[in-house]
């Protein structure tokens, strides 16, 4: 098994930055994919980035491309999300998630879950 642990969120101004970070432990040995998702209350978890462990591909949702950088550090066994130009529609709670093998871009093909990140983002 894998544990996460998200942190780094917190309240920005509109036009900001934060950084994430997620630390994973626990059954890290393995290969495995890791990914950022973020959900509103009473909407449903929105895919954000993701993350290949081998070659560090990485994949974006549209609404983040050119402001969203997914990183990772496998030394670490750690996934960063640098977030710039934040919009306030940005407002979130943030989750870290892993899976062993390949980058999905579905929250349902993940094992392994931190507990979230507040994002707020104000106009």
């Known amino acids: 098994q894998v544990q996460l642990a998200e942190s780094g969120g917190g309240l920005v101004q509109a036009g900001g930055s934060l950084r994430l970070s997620c630390a994973a432990s626990?059954?890290?040995?393995?290969?495995?994919?890791m990914g950022w998702f973020r959900q509103d209350p009473g909407k449903e978890r929105e895919f954000v980035a993701a993350?290949?462990?081998?070659?560090?591909?990485?994949y974006s949702a549209d609404s983040v491309k050119g402001r969203f950088t997914i990183s990772r550090d496998n030394a670490k066994n750690t996934v960063y999300l640098q977030m710039n130009s934040l919009k306030p529609e940005d407002t979130a709670v943030y989750y870290c998630?892993?899976?062993?093998?390949?980058?999905?871009?579905?929250?349902?093909?993940?094992?392994?879950w931190g507990q979230g990140t507040q994002v707020t983002v104000s106009s």
């Open positions: 998630a892993a899976r062993y093998g390949s980058s999905r871009l579905a929250a349902h093909e993940y094992d392994y």
């Open positions: 626990g059954r890290t040995s393995s290969s495995y994919a």
């Open positions: 993350i290949s462990w081998i070659g560090g591909i990485t």
